[in-house]
């Protein structure tokens, strides 16, 4: 996380923002391995979603909540800069 926290150019409050926030981005990022799961169980069968959802759907949950936190911290980022041009 650390990685992560230095990469944006954000305050402390940002980092504690972005650190906190990875939780919720975890829980996010699950539901939406579990949907895809779910679905494609429905269309394809049990079968498919076992052989090969389950490989693939490790690196969709790291994936998705790796772009989550980077859109977090692009978001936190702009704040930021804002918040010192406004000053």
Do not use: Q
């Not at 979603?49 to 936190?69: E, I, K, P, T, Y």
């Amino acid at each position: 996380m650390k990685f992560m926290t230095d990469f944006f150019r954000v305050g402390r409050i940002g980092k504690i923002i972005l650190v906190g926030m990875s939780i919720p981005v975890a829980i996010v990022a699950n539901t939406m391995r579990l949907a895809l799961t779910a679905t494609v169980s429905a269309m394809a069968g049990t079968d498919t979603a076992d052989s090969f959802l389950h490989g693939f759907s490790g690196v969709f949950v790291f994936m998705s909540g790796l772009v989550l936190l980077v859109i977090l911290g692009l978001i936190l980022e702009w704040i930021a800069k804002k918040r010192y041009s406004a000053s």
